[in-house]
Nanobody
């Protein structure tokens, strides 16, 4: 069993930055993804990272602005979000157990952390 807990969300002005963390406990060092869900919209893929950081993927909407990384020594995956836009406003979730953009392929999910970008 894997438990995931996101942190680092908050309110930021457009153009600003936030760093999200996803702390894992249990059977860790799994491939991990970040997803987000805005009100009234479907959950969408943001980024994914393999267990040894050799494979990384980003959604086109965040490529060049967001950076996913991990520190297996502390069982944590990070999402550095730069040049934030109002359209990045959403609840951000981390998920473990798969790699890629298909949410239902992931086995474990965190509770989410709210990111709000003001214009």
């Amino acid at each position: 069993q894997v438990q995931l807990e996101e942190s680092g969300g908050g309110l930021v002005e457009a153009g600003g930055s936030l760093r999200l963390s996803c702390a894992a406990s249990g059977h860790t060092s799994r491939p991990t993804g970040w997803f987000r869900q805005a009100p009234g919209k479907e959950r969408e893929f943001v980024a994914a990272i393999g267990p040894k950081s050799l494979n990384i993927a980003y959604a086109d909407s965040v490529k060049g602005r967001f950076i996913v990384s991990r520190d297996n020594a502390i069982n944590t995956v990070f999402l550095q979000m730069n040049r934030l836009k109002p359209e990045d406003t959403a609840v951000y979730y981390c998920a473990a157990g798969s790699f890629g953009h298909i949410a239902r392929s992931y086995d474990y999910w965190g509770q989410g952390t709210q990111v709000t970008v003001s214009s």
